[in-house]
């Protein structure tokens, strides 16, 4: 292949999949209380409840507001318990 069009490839591949971000030791705390291992929880179970009807979107494309009330929604239809639910919040808001 030629090279400008491997460039291309590459770009599109990026530009077409949601950058979320991996918790790390930043993440500890940053706005609701919760350890790296619950935003690994947060975030697995984002990855693999949240993507099914819809494309994941970014932690960083709502206020945590936007994200309560999208979540109040959203849980039921992910069949996610409240504690499920909560790892997934944590998750969002601590980015
Ligand atoms: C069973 C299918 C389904 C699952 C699973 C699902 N969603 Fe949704 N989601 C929808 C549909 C349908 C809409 C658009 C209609 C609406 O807003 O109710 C939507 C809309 C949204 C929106 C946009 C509304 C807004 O407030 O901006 C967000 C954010 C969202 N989902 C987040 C999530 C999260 C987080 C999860 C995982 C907990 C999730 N969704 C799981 C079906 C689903």
């Known amino acids: ?43 697995d179970l984002y990855q693999n409840n949240c993507g099914k009807c819809h494309k994941l979107k970014n932690p960083g494309s709502r206020s945590n507001v936007e994200w309560k009330r999208a979540l109040e929604k959203m849980a039921p239809k992910a069949k996610l318990t409240n504690d499920q639910s909560y790892l997934v919040y944590r998750y969002l808001v601590n980015r």
């Open 1 to 43: 292949m030629k090279p400008v069009l491997i460039a291309f490839l590459l770009i599109a591949s990026v530009a077409c999949t949601t950058q979320l971000y991996v918790p790390g030791e930043s993440n500890i705390d940053k706005v609701e209380k919760a350890s790296l291992a619950e935003l690994q929880q947060g975030f």
